[in-house]
């Protein structure tokens, strides 16, 4: 077990490691000069540089504020919806065909209503991960709730059970194992979006300070903002596996 967990660690980083040598070799052998096409030593003094003004800092926490709220919103909405949609089978019926409609639309698309409705600054981009974010989870949700076994609201029906009690203590703890999973796509969805909105929407962000770094010719800030969406995304994604860990333990013992 020490040795698997010993491989965890050290295949990623070679993997890494490999990958930065490659990243090197393309930048001293591609003919490009380093404002176009920065190596690794660049990139990285651009990070410290970064780091040390509080830049990255301050871009990285305006652009996980827009997703945890767009993020939070799609959850409080979607999830609770799904639920009502998928366990009535004639709201099924009434709003599939529009949800599998609008469900395709990209978020992206929707970028010149949300200027036009919500103007400039965060409500735009939080609007777009809401919508990056809410459909993935409705969606899913509605199929978790189909896949419950229909003995369950039979003993639910047996107990007397409330819309409420059949909610809470038969649907949502069913609907769980499949959920999770679900929250973990919609999360990486969430952050691909947010990046693009706030190349368009904000004056702040991780995406913002890309397009702001392209027109100043700091190519090595672009890639250092790049590579902050990459660790910031596997730290989300870290945070949902570790949530999905803990359910499947809590069930395991249940």
Not at 190 to 200: G, H, N, R
Not at 212 to 217: G, I, K, Q, T, Y
Request: charged share 10%.
């Amino acid at each position: 077990m020490a040795d698997f967990r010993y491989m965890q660690i050290v295949l990623p980083l070679a993997v890494f490691l490999a990958l930065g040598i490659v990243w090197q070799c393309a930048a001293s052998f591609s003919g490009w000069s380093s404002a176009v096409f920065p190596g690794p030593v660049a990139t990285a003094v651009g990070m410290w540089e970064l780091i040390a003004n509080g830049t990255l800092l301050q871009h990285s926490v305006a652009s996980l504020f827009r997703v945890t709220l767009g993020f939070y919103l799609a959850v409080i909405v979607g999830v609770p919806l799904g639920m009502l949609i998928g366990w009535w089978k004639t709201g099924q019926v009434m709003f599939n065909a529009l949800i599998q409609f609008l469900r395709p639309i990209s978020p992206l698309a929707w970028i010149p209503l949300a200027l036009l409705w919500f103007g400039i600054g965060d409500k735009p981009a939080v609007f777009l991960i809401f919508l990056a974010s809410f459909f993935p989870l409705l969606v899913s949700t509605i199929t978790a709730v189909n896949h419950i076994n229909s003995l369950y609201f039979q003993v639910a029906a047996n107990f007397n059970f409330s819309p409420l009690e059949t909610v809470s203590k038969v649907i949502f703890p069913a609907i769980l194992p499949e959920l999770l999973p679900a929250l973990r796509i919609s999360l990486g969805v969430a952050w691909l979006v947010v990046v693009a909105a706030e190349m368009i929407a904000v004056k702040s962000g991780l995406g913002y300070l890309i397009l702001d770094s392209r027109n100043a010719l700091r190519m090595d800030y672009v890639m250092d903002a790049m590579i902050a969406i990459g660790l910031i995304g596997i730290c989300l994604d870290r945070i949902i596996v570790q949530l999905n860990r803990i359910e499947s333990v809590s069930w395991g013992s249940v």
